[in-house]
């Protein structure tokens, strides 16, 4: 009739390995630029709180998770008490604080 029918090649045995290496070159790209760009920055990020945090001591001013802002009276491995106001001490878990504050160029909260 009008239409003649079309057949298909046979395929031409085994793909090479450049091509399934063509094929995944694309993938491996993209992994090494959200590495680069978002996962390598992140881990740098929490590595640099996590030594500041271990690094609070008596003194220090602090911001927890709350949005808290204190002075730390007393630490210890874990928690560290807090001195939110005169005589008001709370008790907190040092892995909620946000921020550290160096008390030597912190500007009084009540100014």
């Given at each position: 009739m009008f239409i003649s029918p079309a057949y298909a090649q046979a395929a031409g045995g085994q793909a090479?390995?450049?091509?399934?290496?063509?094929?995944?070159?694309?993938?491996v790209l993209i992994f090494v630029v959200f590495?680069?760009?978002?996962?390598?920055?992140?881990?740098?990020?929490?590595?640099?709180?996590?030594?500041?945090?271990?690094?609070?001591?008596?003194?220090?001013?602090?911001?927890?998770?709350?949005?808290?802002?204190?002075?730390?009276?007393?630490v210890d491995d874990i928690y560290a008490d807090v001195e939110l106001a005169p005589g008001m001490k709370v008790k907190a878990v040092k892995s909620t604080f946000t921020d550290v504050i160096d008390p030597m160029t912190a500007k009084p909260a009540n100014d």
């Open positions: 090479s390995g450049a091509g399934i290496a063509m094929q995944m070159l694309p993938l590495y680069f760009l978002l996962i390598r920055p992140q881990q740098k990020r929490m590595k640099e709180h996590k030594a500041k945090i271990d690094a609070v001591k008596k003194g220090d001013q602090v911001v927890t998770g709350g949005g808290l802002v204190g002075k730390v009276v007393r």
